[in-house]
């Protein structure tokens, strides 16, 4: 596309946005440089614990001389290993050895165990602020990331010029349409944004927005589309709208769901929506157990993961920020995240699950499982991620559960026994395909669900 785009360069306010990218990336640095996360207690608070405990019991004793002058060594043996039984709660020789030579265990014991119970839970108040920073860290660096991807995308957006603006200019005229300005932004080989400022003539019709991306079309040499979030009317009144490519295939979607037994909502949430680069986005959320308070987590991740998508964010990109965002909360709250990405350009589909059930990929006549080994989202320090790229074909599936429908199923063997469900599956609609497994799994069951049970279906094909 670049034969006919304005060159004319943004590059003090792109350098400006490089600027403010620098400075939140160094702010973010100087949380790296701050102390790292301690899994056990110090050398120093050893000591500190060890030495209250001489101060406050031996100092009063008449064999403190003794103990803590010729038999020092064999004094420190007996305190760790009071300390070691005040941590695993069992028994050890050296505390055998050191109630048999102290005048006052019950007094030293009792000392070093409020003294361990005192740094353990500075230890994990310390700990809990370094997870605070960390997560304050990865925000800093996500937004510093954000606006580099912001200046790249905001000053690549060009001026439609020369042969090919005029082409557009006077083709739309003679269909009835002004045409005051034209920006086009271009990603890559396949996919452009074409932004036009439009209106209709004073004596013509309204015209809707579709006619206009049919006759563009022909100066474009491909299929163009308006946008989802495009206005459906050109009238008088001159508004920008903007005309994308149509993919090559399309994606067809379904959902079932069941809640588990004694509740009325559902701790799952899902989504399914196509982004105007031509991705289809499917999306599961299990929440922290069942009803409304996994019901509020899980729709927070979903919320979030659209907003972020929709706004043109990247998949790690926007998985880390809500994890970052969760781990600022600090209430323990965690939910798993399993997305499929779809490109209806080429058919290439990408799943990132974190902590998600078993995903399948239904081809003509078999069933792959892909699974996932990460913990949820919210629970660990660092967000850990399984990806994994497939190629898919017209007539091809993607089934997204989550984790309360293969509970459901017989072990052992569940995820074999969910192939042969999906195998059996003979109708072409992804609404009905959702419908019959859940009838299936929850025919298995003897008993009612024990969780909440989310199947999504997506069949690929061509348009």
């Not at 580099?148 to 957006?157: H, L, V």
């Amino acid at each position: 596309m670049g034969d006919f785009l304005d060159t004319a360069a943004l590059e003090p306010g792109c350098e400006r946005l490089h600027g403010y990218a620098r400075a939140f990336q160094s702010l973010a640095d100087t949380f790296r440089k701050m102390p790292v996360k301690k899994e056990q207690l110090s050398k120093e608070d050893v000591e500190e614990i060890f030495r209250d405990a001489c101060e406050s019991v031996c100092s009063g004793c008449s064999r403190r001389e003794l103990c803590w002058g010729r038999n020092y060594y064999r004094t420190y043996r007996g305190l760790y290993g009071l300390l070691h039984a005040a941590e695993t709660q069992e028994e050890n020789q050296e505390e055998r050895e050191f109630w048999e030579t102290c005048r006052n265990p019950e007094r030293v014991k009792t000392t070093v165990e409020d003294g361990f119970g005192r740094a353990r839970l500075n230890l994990l108040w310390s700990n809990r602020l370094l997870e605070t920073r960390a997560a304050m860290m990865e925000q800093l660096a996500q937004t510093a990331d954000i606006m580099r991807n912001a200046a790249r995308s905001i000053y690549d957006i060009r001026r439609l010029d020369g042969v090919k603006r005029y082409q557009v200019e006077t083709g739309l005229r003679t269909h009835g349409l002004q045409m005051r300005d034209a920006w086009i932004y271009t990603r890559d080989d396949e996919w452009f944004e074409l932004y036009l400022t439009l209106r209709t003539g004073r004596w013509s019709r309204c015209i809707p927005v579709k006619e206009a991306a049919w006759w563009l079309s022909g100066y474009f040499g491909q299929d163009l589309a308006p946008a989802y979030d495009s206005r459906m009317i050109i009238n008088r009144e001159f508004c920008t709208v903007c005309f994308t490519p149509e993919p090559e295939y399309v994606m067809l979607c379904g959902v079932a769901r069941a809640t588990r037994e004694g509740e009325v909502i559902s701790g799952d949430s899902f989504s399914m929506f196509r982004r105007d680069n031509g991705q289809m986005i499917l999306s599961i959320s299990d929440g922290m157990g069942s009803g409304p308070g996994a019901c509020r987590e899980s729709e927070q991740v979903i919320e979030l993961l659209e907003q972020f998508l929709e706004a043109g964010f990247g998949k790690e990109t926007a998985v880390r920020m809500i994890h970052a965002a969760l781990m600022l909360q600090n209430n323990g709250s965690f939910s798993s995240v399993d997305l499929c990405t779809v490109n209806l350009f080429d058919g290439s589909c990408e799943f990132l699950k974190i902590g998600a059930s078993t995903t399948f990929l239904k081809k003509a006549d078999w069933v792959e499982a892909i699974v996932s080994t990460s913990a949820p989202i919210g629970i660990m320090e660092e967000v850990d991620f399984d990806c994994v790229r497939r190629q898919l074909s017209p007539g091809d599936y993607v089934i997204m559960v989550s984790d309360g429908v293969l509970d459901a199923m017989p072990e052992p063997g569940g995820e074999e026994r969910m192939k042969e469900l999906i195998l059996e599956q003979e109708s072409a609609g992804a609404g009905e395909i959702a419908g019959n497994l859940l009838e299936a799994v929850l025919s298995l069951r003897e008993n009612p669900p024990e969780d909440d049970m989310t199947i999504l279906v997506g069949g690929f094909w061509e348009r």
